[in-house]
């Protein structure tokens, strides 16, 4: 039986798209260190970012966009993005497991929701890193365009600085409009 992990990263942040990534690994060449992208050094999952490129039998990587997030909510979009990362696999796999509660709905193969999944199952390990590195390379790049919104030190997340930023220079479009704390300053600078 051929079995995929799926995962994302960037459902927490208040800017970009959610990224997800479905990974289908080869029992005959095994890869060393898989493990939960949160506990990883940003180096070990740049290393097996690559590792896991050359190595599986099949990977993909697709993203729900920040528009796409404010149109159906976080949760829709992360579960869109993963179906669709699953989807464009070029070797479907008989059976799905997702890290969390919940399995995108549409596909045509057996799934399972595993909570903690992404330190349980290499499989789900693997996207969970191809995920994470994939939105970290998103946030670098949007920080080489906005680079007075410190995106690459805090990759999009509700830090003060990142509030900050905001307050000083305002929303961009890739915030999502739909998170409290965006909302909020678009509200604020409508009254002004």
Known sequence: MRIAGADEAGRGPLVGSVVAAAVILDPNNPIEGLNDSKKLTEKKREKLFVEIKEKALAWAIAEASAAEIDEINILQASLLAMRRAVEQLEIQPDHLLVDGNKVPQGLTMSCDAIVGGDALHAEISAASILAKVTRD????????????????????????AHFEAIALHGVIDEHRRSFGPVRKVIEQMQNQ
């Open 137 to 160: 390379h998103d946030m670098v790049a949007l920080d080489a365009k906005y680079p007075q919104y410190g995106f690459a030190k805090h990759k999009g997340y509700p830090t003060k």
